[in-house]
């Protein structure tokens, strides 16, 4: 079965500067990848998406993420912070025959002005 | 208008009591699912249907029950509540031809007492 690992429960960042957050999943192939951010009091809604072709992806509010195959990687990248991004962030694989989504625990981002 | 709405939003019920959760949406998508999301453990799938007519159980369905009453509406419900069934609950749906990218609605928060 799937599974997918966010490895860092809780990161915190100063405003302005770079963000990383790790995601690693476990499929025999290439799955769907998803990353969703969570605000406080908030749903989730969809920050990008890798499905195929060039492995670099972009979303929105300029958050990026590349898949990398040899790592079962899909990390979240932003290259400078704002306060409005602390909230919740969720990394998530569909692989096409379960029909169904698996969700890692989520990391936690604190930005600190 | 949200394109995925959930009725309540908050909820405060009792052991033993019968309560149902409430999911609509405009997007005319046919797939729906219910997740419960808990500290720690991100989200995890209850129930999910692919029409009307398709229910299918999550990993977690024990102690639930859902109905599709429409393609729009996929209700939620606790048959028998108890303390460990407080959690946030989120509906979301996904269309086979958006490649299984799924849309969330802004979650009902239940605390049962």
């Known amino acids: 079965a799937q599974s997918v690992t966010q490895p860092d429960i809780h990161i915190t960042v100063s405003e302005g500067a770079s963000l990383e957050l790790r995601c690693n999943y476990s499929?025999?192939?290439?799955?769907?990848l998803f990353w969703y951010v969570q605000s406080p009091g908030q749903g989730l809604q969809l920050l990008l998406k890798?499905?195929?072709?060039?492995?670099l992806v972009q979303g929105i509010k300029g958050f990026e993420a590349e898949f990398k195959r040899s790592q079962s990687s899909f990390n979240l990248r932003k290259p400078s912070v704002h306060w409005s991004d602390a909230a919740e962030y969720f990394c998530?694989?569909?692989?096409?025959?379960?029909?169904?989504?698996?969700f890692g625990t989520g990391t936690r981002l604190q930005v600190t002005l | 208008d949200a394109d995925v709405t959930q009725t309540p939003r908050n909820r405060i019920t009792k052991t033993g009591k019968r309560i149902m959760l409430e999911c609509s949406q405009t997007?005319?998508?046919?797939?729906m699912y219910w997740y419960r999301q808990d500290p720690g453990l991100g989200l995890r799938l209850i129930y999910y249907?692919?029409?009307?007519?398709?229910?299918n159980k999550g990993e977690i369905s024990d102690g639930y029950s859902v109905s599709r009453q429409a393609q729009a509406k996929f209700s939620l419900s606790l048959e028998s509540a108890i303390p460990n069934q407080t959690a946030l609950y989120f509906c979301?749906?996904?269309?086979?031809?958006?490649?299984?990218?799924?849309?969330f609605g802004p979650g009902t928060r239940l605390l049962v007492l």
């Open positions: 979301a749906t996904s269309d086979l031809a958006g490649q299984e990218t799924q849309y």
């Open positions: 997007k005319g998508h046919d797939r």
């Open positions: 249907s692919f029409d009307v007519k398709d229910i």
């Open positions: 890798y499905f195929s072709g060039d492995t």
């Open positions: 998530a694989v569909h692989t096409g025959t379960a029909s169904k989504l698996t």
């Open positions: 499929y025999g192939a290439t799955p769907y």
